[in-house]
């Protein structure tokens, strides 16, 4: 298939404007996360790493600790760039439209526009409504939805422990060290999938040019966690085919070989036999995703798509309100 008749099939299967109730319409993004730095991935007050044990692979049920990438620590900086993003575009092509000052002091988490591709997409429950446009509260559900990721590696493989120091500015003295942090090394590799419920094309692709920009994940972003996302598959079905724990278990059989788009294809094939709407189902191949994700990445959004993204979120909104006002 050419590239143009993949770019045409993978819009046929989505959606043209965002619906009022979400359909079975789903689209998989599969990936591996990997660190690139030292990267602080906990929840606990008591500074370890949040671990998780599970079978060696999916043919070994031997356990194994592996580290875990919580759902909501790869969710909370995707959502912050998507946010940031969208206003950058916003700004670039100066849009005008009846909501613009709600769209440009959208602020997560309380202060949501509801007018916004991210609001549309991530979410948005309001506590408070203050905006001249909508006087009613009304909430949006969320149509991306995350999953826990864990490492390929066993946890003793990929965790380390880091001293800090105190240094005394005018002397630039070392005294005594401040404490120990537990780092995930770098290179670790994390399986993850981020799924779309009923998406427009104007969403995807800027769902996917946003994992492959956003670049710093877990505690203390200011000094580590540098982590580069690799897009492996890609899975269109009226239904979620395929878990990250699945997808790490089938990652971990001794016989994988090194190329992995190769190998997350046949593990999707694997488990697309087992999806309930078959008619429905389409999985990208290794060359497919290749392209198209190459193509996503040197696609410069222009004035109109962005306009359009921004129109159907509006349009979106109206119709809950409309609906809300009964």
Request: net charge negative; glycine share 4%; proline share 5%.
């Amino acid at each position: 298939m050419n590239d143009n008749a993949l770019l045409e099939d993978v819009k046929r299967r989505l959606v043209t404007s965002i619906p009022i109730l979400r359909t079975p319409l789903t689209v998989q993004i599969l990936m591996i996360r990997q660190t690139h730095d030292y990267t602080i991935l906990r929840t606990e007050e008591t500074k370890e790493l949040n671990v998780a044990v599970t079978p060696t692979s999916i043919s070994d049920p031997t356990q194994r600790a592996r580290v875990v990438f919580l759902a909501s620590k790869q969710k909370a900086p995707e959502t912050r760039e998507f946010a940031a993003m969208i206003k950058e575009y916003y700004r670039l092509y100066k849009l005008e439209s009846e909501a613009e000052r709600a769209i440009l002091e959208c602020e997560i988490k309380d202060k949501l526009c509801r007018a916004c591709p991210r609001c549309t997409l991530f979410g948005a429950v309001v506590t408070e409504q203050k905006s001249p446009i909508w006087k009613q509260r009304w909430n949006i559900k969320h149509r991306i939805e995350y999953s826990s990721a864990f490492s390929i590696e066993p946890y003793d493989m990929i965790s380390e422990n880091v001293t800090f120091n105190a240094v005394t500015e005018s002397t630039q003295l070392t005294e005594q060290a401040l404490g120990v942090t537990e780092n995930v090394a770098p290179l670790a590799n994390f399986p993850s999938i981020v799924s779309l419920n009923s998406p427009t094309w104007e969403e995807l692709v800027l769902v996917i040019k946003n994992i492959l920009r956003c670049k710093s994940y877990g505690a203390e972003g200011r000094t580590k966690g540098d982590t580069v996302n690799y897009i492996t598959g890609l899975i269109f079905a009226n239904e979620e085919v395929l878990t990250p724990l699945e997808y790490v278990l089938e990652l971990s059989v001794p016989e994988i070989g090194d190329d992995l788009v190769q190998a997350t294809y046949d593990i999707a094939r694997k488990y697309g036999k087992m999806a309930t709407f078959q008619e429905a189902l389409r999985i990208l191949s290794p060359e497919e995703v290749e392209s198209f994700v190459d193509y996503v990445q040197e696609l410069q959004p222009g004035r109109e798509f962005v306009a359009k993204a921004f129109k159907d979120s509006l349009d979106f909104g109206k119709q809950i309100d409309e609906l809300a006002k009964g």
